[in-house]
Structures are given as C-alpha cells and as structure tokens.
Nanobody
Framework: QVQLVESGGGSVQAGGSLRLTCAAS????????MGWFRQAPGNEREGVAR????????YYADSVKGRFTVYRDNGKKTVYLQMNSLSPEDTAMYYC????????????????WGQGTQVTVSS
C-alpha cells in the first residue's frame, strides 16, 4: 500500500510563487519515480514535471520549463514542486504520482496517485 498526500496549494496573484509538497508513505522507496500532474476544469490531466529516484534527474513540460522546479528529499520520502512566475493558466488541481518502473509524463504510466491540491492564480 502506498499513500501520497499533497499540500501547499492555495490562491496567489499572477507572478507569485507556491511550493507544493507530496509526502509518500507505505511500500515505496527512494528509487521510485515521482511525477507532478495538473488538471484544469474541462481539460485532460497533463504531466508537469517528474524526477527520477536515485539519480534525481528531472524533466519538465514545455509550459512550465524555467518556472517550475521539482526536487526530492529521499530521507523524508517527500517531493516538492516549486512554482514561480505563476500565471492564471497555471490554475488547476495538482496531483502527485509515483511509480516503481515508469518515469515519464504520461498519466497512464503511474500506479499511485494523491488526492490533489488546488492552485488558483488570479490576474
């Protein structure tokens, strides 16, 4: 059993910053790939960023590259998403995901999901 719990969402004005946190527990270790996804009303869930387990290498969607940073603390089984220069287009529910094998930005690749945290950016 694996549990993922996101936190850190909220409301912010355009140009502001937020840091999301995903705390993992259960049968998952530092080798797992962790991803961040988001879903706005009426839209598909899209991959935002992911970070590999042991190597820590990262990959970002073009829409957030240069503004978002994903990093992890393996000792705490926690992954973070630092979001800077936020715009109203970033408004969405943000989800954390984990998988022991897959490490991309396709939703279907991840076995474990959190419940999400809402991010709202006003202009």
């Amino acid at each position: 059993q694996v549990q993922l719990v996101e936190s850190g969402g909220g409301s912010v004005q355009a140009g502001g910053s937020l840091r999301l946190t995903c705390a993992a527990s259960g049968f998952i270790d530092s080798s797992a790939c962790m991803g961040w996804f988001r879903q706005a009303p009426g839209n598909e869930r899209e991959g935002v960023a992911r970070i590999r387990g042991l190597s820590g290498t990262t990959y970002y969607a073009d829409s957030v590259k240069g503004r978002f940073t994903v990093y992890r603390d393996n000792g705490k089984k926690t992954v973070y998403l630092q979001m800077n220069s936020l715009s109203p287009e970033d408004t969405a529910m943000y989800y954390c995901a984990a998988d022991r094998a897959y490490c991309g930005l396709q939703r279907s690749g991840y076995h474990y999901w959190g419940q999400g945290t809402q991010v709202t950016v006003s202009s």
